[in-house]
């Protein structure tokens, strides 16, 4: 069986504002990094995934990464956008609609303010397919370790992802993993995976931070 190198938690630009990386030139990137699919995973968007996917279907897996009342959560395999600001469990329950697998990213990343709240987490939980124990752009080892001890006392299956938000950055972390065919297939195979991981210095967060605001301060004065 073949196995390839996936990266599972990607932005890009133009639908995540703070991503550098244009959809555009993401698959060119990944040939250069070696990486043979990505979970785009943009922030309550779904356009520039699903326009990558037709283009390669086999190398592209579409994600969201969800605002709800209470953090972050990812949906993977999704059809269909699911609207932010919904509670924790409705924005689950909208994911299992569509038969996509619900990721945790960064669950004990006390430097953001977007991670899902422990309460919430724990209400979620028997509905949660895979926990992100390995986050690139997190700024302590520690958050990454409680993530792999909390998805090992939980016997969640692990995930990996480098939380990408520019070229550089695409590949840091990724699943090794037989090729699979559909969400299940995936979420078996990823229970067997070897993972890739490297930490993202810290001065991308830093880059990415001054380009959001910049960004943002340039569509106010747009609109005024």
């Not at 699979?180 to 830093?206: G, R």
């Amino acid at each position: 069986m073949l196995i390839i190198k996936v990266d599972l938690h990607v932005h890009t630009s133009p639908c995540s504002r703070d991503s550098l990386i244009d959809v555009d030139e993401l698959l060119e990137t990944c040939d250069y990094k070696c990486i043979d699919c990505v979970a785009i995973t943009d922030h309550d968007e779904i356009e520039c995934a699903v326009r990558l996917h037709e283009q390669a279907p086999k190398r592209i897996i579409i994600g969201e990464e969800i605002h709800t009342t209470d953090g972050e959560i990812i949906g993977l395999f999704l059809k269909d956008r699911i609207e932010s600001g919904l509670s924790p469990n409705d924005t689950v329950d909208k994911i299992k609609e569509q038969d996509g697998l619900v990721y945790i990213p960064h669950p004990f990343d006390n430097m953001r303010a977007s991670v899902l709240k422990k309460k919430s987490l724990m209400e979620v939980l028997p509905k949660v397919d895979i926990i992100e124990v390995y986050n690139s752009r997190n700024v302590f080892h520690l958050s990454n370790y409680r993530a792999l001890h909390f998805a090992q006392e939980n016997k969640i299956i692990a995930g990996v992802g480098s939380d990408a938000h520019s070229n550089f950055e695409v590949g840091q972390a990724y699943v090794m993993i037989e090729e699979f065919t559909s969400p299940k297939d995936f979420l078996d195979n990823l229970a067997k995976a070897e993972y890739k991981t490297h930490k993202t210095p810290a001065m991308f967060n830093l880059v990415n931070k001054i380009y959001k605001m910049a960004r943002s301060a340039k569509n106010k004065l747009i609109i005024h």
